[in-house]
Structure formats: structure tokens, C-alpha cells
């Protein structure tokens, strides 16, 4: 789809300054992206309350186990 739009040139030029494409359509996909990815990541503070562990669970038993495994 084309779509003409007024970019921030300053903006434009620092994402090229952090991108290791070349094209503006590159970089305008990247950061679509990128947005979208950000988007779909889940709010962890939603999952606050609703999280049941079994009881007995030991998380520094299960760490010990996998720092003795490297």
C-alpha cells in the first residue's frame, strides 16, 4: 500500500543511526514491526493475583540445580 506521510527528518535520521538498514521502507517496516511486537507483549501486571504455585514449590532449590549444571 503507499502512503505518503511527513516524517521528522531528525527522527528519520536517528533510527537510521540505530538500524542497520539502508532504505526508509526498511526502517518504516522494522519499526512497524517492532510496534507491534511491543503491542502484543502481555502486561505482566495483569497476571498479578492469578498465578497459583504448588505448594512446597522451592525456586532457590531449582535455581541450585541449573547453576550446578553449567
Known sequence: MRTNIDI???LLEEAFSV???RSKKD???DALR???RLKKRKDLTE???TIE???GYNHK???KTRD???
Open 8 to 10: 521528522d527528518e531528525e
Open 19 to 21: 538500524s542497520q538498514v
Open 27 to 29: 526502517l518504516i517496516h
Open 34 to 36: 517492532e510496534y507491534v
Open 47 to 49: 497476571l498479578a493475583g
Open 53 to 55: 504455585f504448588y505448594e
Open 61 to 63: 532449590e531449582l535455581r
Open 68 to 70: 550446578d549444571s553449567c
